[in-house]
């Protein structure tokens, strides 16, 4: 098929993915048992009255998809006149509007708690997905290249007893090992810093950066070093070495010129798997040093049991790993020019 | 027909399961992991006698046990609750390893059916449940088990459960592909063709080959599902009535542990974990190797140093055939492969001597080492291979004890190579008018980029191939063109000598016709030595000039073309040619020769060729013939020949 | 050139990271930094729930009344009060020259605003709460306000103590739902000692001191409340000079903190004090509240109160306390805490730790062992004494207790299903559901007794507030009385005969009070006040006191 084909198949396949995390999104938390308005404020001081002012305020009284649920003739004959004011398409409404409903927690607007909490993960993982990624394929690459010596095998190890790691132990053991000796304790920067140079800031971040960046980087380090050193193991053992050998290059030109390309292409589709599992990472990870990004959300949004904020978490998470997935098959078509012959 | 450098098999296990087994032993990640997690396996099972403690009571303890250090009543140190760490540790394996297993059971099992279901339906079920599969595989995990735990109970069995109902998509997707590689193998239809119902089918032959593939992918869900339980526990949402190492670090991590300075009570678990999780690593990644075995050997591993061992055969100086000037000399050369301590004489005291603008024929069977000599003349042989006699003089220099540098230079501006099955011999990502560019470059990489371009296409015009072609992907060629587009490739630096491996074998017979017509023709007007490798006799006859025969990694015969057709020496020649038709003779019986060329790992200690001989006699078995001179540049190696 | 372009953006980041260590040297304020492991929800004192909420209300602002870490009010923006013979009717005169942190004066207009605005909306959680007795609330000139009753109260100076006094001229649009509960008051402008410089949720609160508070001016120049994500960080923080002070940690880190010389552990009452409890359910299935939901599953043991006195003769609180708090906390009696002072009725002789007469009482109230699984039976033989025992899965504590509760009470022939569940969940079949048998919980309290006291009262059973289902009538009269009891020694006498009914009914078990642990170093900053009943580091008596060590 030609391309374009290609491509608009796969984007509306991801558009038809996000609309189903949408839907999905929506009844996930709505078949919580209990009341997130009681247990919310366990306290005798909330009577009655605040409680039914709470339930309406987060729109908690209005029946949930149709209006037959309620056979409270008040409620249905609301409904009446609006068949749409329905809990789930008041949702779907906000959702266009870019609104993903207020906090239990807080009352602000979720979308506003988890704006910028949504830089500060990217800045975190983006770090050390980049990290990982060049270490674990450098390593990869040599480990390939000098395949069965001892370097092989040190560098496999290292990789794997890296992967069996858990990343939350590591952080609590990097954590403290780092605060003794001169590292930050957690949280992005210092605070009272804001009106401080920018240079200064930026400094002050990378530092907070370093050990939450090192235990990312430790982790994911030894997938991308196991899986580039056998896709680079199979590439190296194809014919077209042997005859870009024949030519006369040298192994480093083989290995820039001939090698590389094809080894890297898995790496792009695992980069984009990866990214559903980096969730969970980000999440132990800003827990163990109190980082202020999306996966410290969701762990201070379980703690509480703040649902419209895990909601909004959980969305924006399944669309990011849509989006990446998107990008990384689109990539891949594009590296790949026998991909377009399907 | 076509071979590449020779792959040793072990011998045929006796039985399928102990020759697993001794490949399986001798991989040594494999082995660690498999006794490291029988070690654990082994401490959960019999945790109640190794324990010193039992970590299930609170009986006797008091406040001034709570996190003490490690000592001589407890190894490890006390936790929060003042209980026995290294009891708690050894408890802990049984509920990780049991979640660890049942969740990833689930998992398998939903996995292996959705894949298998998936893959041998095909169709609409297929798109259906892959696009599940795929749905599934993007929604983030964590929230999904915040639900699930929370509408049920943090117990154990939930845990499970919710492990297990998650972690299947990778395991489906997987065991699909292996499902539609093996569907369309022919024992599969085989079995369709006389009527099987697609149950039986499934069971009988599609599982058990999708089987190895689904245990490796097992041992990697069930480290997921141990990682995933001591996550889970971290975050509060394990079950607080089991110990496990998660929730030994939950209570740790909650309770104040390090600021306490319990260092043992967050590294004791953690050390469980890792150890559990590793040793599945290792166990997996040793089957896989065993599985799949890759020869973990490539193509850019260092090559072994030439060396000169076989004492008695010293290099001989022959008479020229010709006059024109001698290219290639190559004397007495052997090459050997090392593996595993045994060695594999390939080729044996192997000489000719190519000269300028002549074409000479390699002949023989498979396996007797005609392209292992051919990879040795430019040191190309595989990391197991090594030159252990002889020289390959080309330019006057001995290429046999060359450096890489020396090597690199001689490569395809002196000697090219045109592959046989070109079909992988060219990068599939980049262009085929850049492959040929690059060897221009290498060699002369002064030629300006415009000047550059006008050559490649005017080699590719040379086999025939237009210039819009050259920024096409090798995809995208005919494999007729391709093998073309490697003539043209393998003239760009104007060698001096080229060598073609097979390369008609697998084309259709117009294309082969076209490709040797082009062949000749190149020869002819550029000057060009080529040796051209085949078993096709008839294709030697009509356009080489002289013809070296090999069986066995040895010289049977060389001569001029015109000898060996009509005045064959050695038996293996005759032989050979009695089993080509002729369109000559059409009413010629063709009589094979019967017997398999020997192993080149178990040679017979005489000739190679007595066993399957029609003229051997006693000598013939015991000692190897010399390679005699019979005037004229005409050798053959027979006892029979001596005389004369 | 590529290696130097390399070389150049490495120095680059060497350089940005130092310098951020070096930190900037000129005219540096006094900053003191405190750990806390929570975070203010919101700025906005109508919709406030959290505990750091309030802390940083209690710092930027002022209030008619202000609670004292020893248990007393003391009169705050107000010079002075007049109350009417009939307590219906309370005059308090302002005092002059009080203003805003943003430069405007604070008048009797901005208190009477204030207690309006907490008073008309009831969708403020707890601050109307404190209002629902007022009748009108007026601001007659610029310093004197009148406050009329309903009907009279005996804890004036309580319910003012929380009414914070924010400027009208601020939230003057905001005085109705939806603007007042969705305002965000970031700017929080107040009268307090310190103001409002920098929030970051779930990061930090920055505040500043108000140099010019009319009573209690800060001698530092800055105040940084700091959030980390768990107890073992705050420790690690408050070690590693982070930090100056911590307001929680755990009590497994005392003794090595305690061995730290720059470091000063300080322990005793907390300020909100919180009870911990082991919920016995015992409503009367006749009464059971189903119109509301309830579904009374409940053990019939549980309903027997000889079962539940054995109980609490086979609890070991002090190894409860020993295990769980290492120490740190007191047994209990019922649910009013020895941190209410003189409300806590000390005068109560806790059941004796004695297994072998929790036995008897068992044995003598028929509840024997018939088939010798070890397991005693009801009298009538039908059902073991196995009780579903749940905790909220979000305690870290509740399983090392229940672990050791079942223990204990199995030396009785009692057996517990223990379970962890999802607090909603937990929620849900607790009240008014009453489905369950035990649930270990807890409550926190305010200064005055009467939340924690209205627990016990059969008028919340349909509410879910009252989680045993306990109902006793008198008992529900004494709590109407003292609810209008303006006489304190009176209002005491009642509180504490209410405690002494319930004490006896053995409504609860309370395993203990726990002790508020803090720490700070003693290298960074003097005048932590440390010697009052209750302890509060972070209280605005300490913080305006507290000055950097010479």
Request: charged share 20%; net charge negative; hydrophobic share 45%.
């Amino acid at each position: 098929m030609s391309r374009y084909r290609f491509l608009w198949k796969k984007i509306g396949w991801a558009i038809f993915t996000v609309l189903f995390v949408v839907v999905l999104n929506f009844f996930l938390f709505r078949v919580l048992p209990g009341d997130p308005v009681r247990s919310g404020t366990r306290d005798p001081r909330l009577k009655k009255d605040a409680q039914e002012a709470l339930r309406i305020r987060f729109g908690l009284d209005k029946p949930v998809i149709n209006c037959f649920e309620t056979l409270n003739p008040i409620k249905v004959g609301d409904c009446a006149i609006n068949p749409f004011e329905t809990q789930f398409f008041i949702y779907l409404r906000n959702l266009t509007q870019g609104e993903l409903g207020f906090s239990f927690h807080t009352n602000r607007p979720v979308a506003e708690v988890l704006g910028a909490r949504l830089w500060n993960t990217l800045l975190l993982i983006g770090a050390g997905q980049i990290l990982s990624i060049v270490i674990g394929m450098i390593f990869g690459i040599l480990a390939a290249w000098k395949a069965r010596t001892s370097i092989d095998y040190g560098a496999l190890i290292t990789g794997l007893v890296a992967w069996s790691l858990p990343t939350f132990w590591l952080g609590i053991i990097l954590l403290f090992w780092g605060s003794n000796n001169g590292f930050p304790i957690g949280g992005k920067a210092t605070p009272g810093t804001s009106s401080y140079p920018f240079f200064y800031q930026v400094g002050d971040i990378l530092r907070h950066m370093i050990l939450p960046t090192l235990t990312y980087t430790i982790v994911y380090m030894g997938e991308y070093l196991l899986v580039m050193r056998s896709s680079l193991l199979d590439v190296l053992a194809e014919d077209y070495i042997l005859t870009a050998k024949a030519k006369g290059l040298t192994t480093f030109q083989i290995l820039k010129d001939h090698a590389l390309k094809n080894a890297m292409l898995p790496i792009v589709t695992i980069i984009a798997i990866n990214l559903g599992f980096t969730v969970a990472g980000a999440i132990q990870i800003e827990s163990v040093f109190s980082w202020p990004g999306l996966g410290g959300a969701v762990y201070e949004a379980l703690e509480r049991r703040d649902y419209p904020v895990l909601q909004g978490v959980f969305l924006l998470i399944a669309i990011s790993v849509v989006l990446a997935n998107l990008i990384a098959d689109l990539t891949y078509s594009f590296l790949d020019p026998r991909v377009q012959a399907e | 027909m076509a071979i590449k450098a020779a792959e040793l098999k072990p011998a045929v296990p006796s039985s399928p399961l102990s020759g697993f087994w001794r490949t399986f032993s001798k991989n040594r990640m494999g082995v660690v992991g498999l006794v490291m997690l029988v070690v654990a396996i082994v401490v959960a099972i019999f945790a109640p006698l190794i324990s010193p403690y039992d970590p299930r009571t609170s009986k006797g303890l008091t406040s001034s046990d709570i996190y003490n250090a490690p000592s001589a009543e407890h190894w490890l140190g006390t936790d929060d609750a003042g209980k026995d760490v290294f009891s708690s540790f050894i408890y802990g394996s049984r509920v990780s390893l049991i979640v660890g297993f049942f969740a990833a059971f689930i998992s398998i099992v939903i996995g292996g059916v959705i894949g298998i279901v998936a893959g041998f339906y095909g169709g609409r079920t297929e798109n259906l449940l892959m696009r599940f599969t795929d749905l599934l595989l993007v929604i983030p995990d964590l929230p999904l088990i915040v639900v699930i735990v929370a509408l049920t109970k943090p117990s154990l069995l939930n845990i499970i459960f919710v492990i297990g109902l998650l972690g299947w998509t990778t395991t489906a997707r997987i065991v699909r592909s292996q499902t539609l590689a093996v569907k369309s193998r022919k024992f599969v239809l085989r079995a369709r063709a006389i009527g099987a119902g697609n149950r039986h089918i499934i069971l009988n032959h599609i599982l058990p080959l999708v089987l190895p593939l689904l245990v490796v992918n097992a041992i990697l869900v069930i480290s997921l599902a141990i990682l995933n339980e001591s996550t889970l526990s971290f975050l509060g949402l394990g079950d607080p009535t089991a110990i496990s190492w998660g929730q030994m670090l939950n209570f740790a991590f909650g309770r104040g542990a390090m600021s306490a300075g319990a260092w043992w009570a967050l590294a004791t678990p953690g050390f469980g974990i890792v150890w559990v999780v590793l040793s599945l690593t290792l166990l997996g990644h040793g089957l896989e190797q065993v599985l799949n075995p890759r020869l973990e050997s490539h193509h850019l591993m260092p090559g072994r140093p030439t060396i000169q061992s076989e004492a008695e055969v010293k290099s001989e100086d022959r008479k020229r055939r010709k006059e024109s000037p001698v290219l290639l000399d190559v004397r007495n050369l052997s090459v050997q492969f090392l593996n595993d301590g045994s060695v594999a004489q390939a080729v044996h005291n192997v000489s000719f001597q190519l000269h300028e603008g002549e074409m000479m024929g390699l002949v023989g069977e498979s396996g007797c080492g005609k392209t292992t000599l051919i990879m040795a003349l430019n040191r190309l042989l595989p990391a197991a291979g090594r030159i252990s006699n002889g020289y390959v003089y080309f330019r006057g220099k001995d290429l046999a004890s060359a450096s890489e540098e020396e090597l690199a230079d001689v490569r395809w501006s002196g000697i090219s190579i045109v592959f046989q099955g070109a079909m992988n011999a060219l990068n599939p990502v980049r262009t085929v008018g850049d492959q040929i560019k690059e060897a221009i470059i290498k060699h002369i990489p002064t030629m300006p980029p415009g000047q550059l371009n006008e050559r490649v296409v005017e080699l590719l015009e040379l086999v025939g191939i237009a210039a819009e072609h050259k920024n096409h992907f090798p995809h995208q060629y005919s494999g007729g063109m391709r093998q073309r587009a490697m003539i043209a490739m393998a003239l760009s630096c104007n060698p001096e000598v080229v060598i073609a491996d097979e390369p008609t074998t697998a084309l259709d017979v117009m294309i082969q016709a076209q490709i040797l017509e082009l062949l000749d023709l190149l020869r002819k007007k550029l000057g060009l030595a080529v040796i051209f490798v085949t078993h096709d006799l008839g294709v030697v006859a009509e356009m080489c000039d002289s013809v070296l025969v090999m069986y066995g990694g040895v010289t049977a015969e060389f001569a001029e073309v015109d000898t060996i057709y009509n005045l064959p020496r050695h038996p293996y020649t005759q032989e050979l040619l009695k089993a080509f038709p002729d369109l000559s003779q059409p009413e010629k019986r063709l009589i094979s020769i019967p017997g398999y060329p020997p192993k080149l790992d178990a040679l017979p200690p005489g000739c190679r060729f007595a066993p399957r001989c029609p003229l051997a006699f006693e000598r013939c078995s015991t000692e190897m013939p010399r390679l005699h001179e019979l005037g004229d540049g005409h050798l053959a190696s027979c006892h029979l020949v001596e005389a004369s | 050139m590529k290696i130097k372009y390399n070389f150049l953006v490495v120095v680059t980041l060497l350089a940005l990271v130092l310098s951020a260590c070096g930190g900037l040297g000129q005219g540096t304020p006094v900053v003191l930094r405190v750990g806390w492991a929570g975070s203010p929800d919101t700025l906005n004192p109508g919709t406030g729930v959290l505990a750091e909420a309030y802390t940083i209300f209690a710092l930027v602002y002022d209030t008619i009344y202000e609670y004292q870490l020893d248990g007393t009010y003391k009169l705050d923006v107000a010079e002075s009060v007049e109350v009417s013979d009939d307590n219906l009717t309370y005059t308090f005169k302002i005092r002059d020259g009080i203003n805003f942190h943003d430069g405007q004066p604070m008048t009797a207009q901005d208190v009477a605003f204030s207690v309006n605005l907490y008073k008309n909306n009831p969708d403020f959680i707890y601050l109307n709460a404190y209002t629902v007795n007022f009748d009108t609330v007026e601001a007659t000139d610029d310093s004197t306000v009148v406050i009329t009753m309903l009907s009279a109260v005996p804890n004036m100076d309580y319910l003012l103590s929380y009414l914070y006094i924010v400027p009208e001229h601020v939230w003057a649009d905001y005085t109705e739902a939806p603007a007042s509960t969705e305002f965000e008051n970031l700017e929080m402008v107040g009268t307090g000692p310190f103001k409002m410089l920098e929030y970051v949720q779930n990061e930090f609160v920055r505040l500043g001191a108000n140099k010019e508070h009319f009573d209690n001016p800060p001698k530092v120049d800055e105040v940084i409340f700091q959030t980390f994500e768990s107890d073992d960080v705050l420790v690690q923080s408050l070690r590693s000079g982070a930090v100056d002070m911590i307001t929680e940690m755990p009590a497994t880190a005392v003794e090595t903190l305690q061995g730290d010389s720059t470091i000063q552990v300080v322990t005793g009452a907390p300020f909100a004090p919180y009870v911990s409890d082991v919920i016995f359910n015992q409503v009367d299935p006749e009464n059971c509240p189903t119109d509301v939901g309830g579904i009374c599953t409940g053990h019939p043991a549980l309903r027997d109160r000889n079962v539940r006195l054995a109980l609490a003769h086979a609890t070991d609180k002090q190894k409860l306390i020993d295990i769980v708090l290492l120490g740190f906390g007191a047994p209990g009696l019922t649910l009013i805490p020895d941190g209410l002072g003189h409300w806590y009725n000390d005068s109560l002789q806790d059941y004796e730790f004695d297994v072998a007469n929790a036995n008897q009482i068992l044995d003598d109230a028929g509840y024997l062992d018939t088939d010798g699984d070890g397991v005693r039976e009801m009298p009538d033989g039908s059902r073991p004494l196995t009780f579903r025992t749940h905790w909220p899965s979000d305690s870290i504590d509740a399983p090392r207790m229940a672990e050791l509760l079942s223990e204990m009470w199995s030396e009785v022939g009692v057996t517990l299903e223990l379970q962890a569940i999802d607090p909603d969940a937990l929620t849900a079949e607790c009240c008014p559901a009453f489905d369950f048998d035990i649930i270990l919980w807890g409550w926190g309290s305010d200064p005055d007794p009467n939340l924690l006291l209205s627990v016990y009262a059969t008028s919340e059973i349909p509410n879910g507030y009252n989680e045993t289902g306990y109902s006793n009538p008198a008992y529900d009269e004494l709590y109407v009385q003292q609810g209008v009891e303006l006489d304190l020694d009176k209002r005491r006498e009642l509180v504490w005969q209410m405690q002494e009914i319930v004490f006896n009914d053995v409504v609860y078990i309370i395993p203990f009070y726990s002790q508020t642990i803090e720490a700070y170093r003693v290298d960074r900053f003097t005048g932590w006040i440390t010697d009052t009943p209750k302890i509060e580091l972070s209280d605005v008596s300490s913080l305006v006191q507290v000055e950097p060590v010479k």
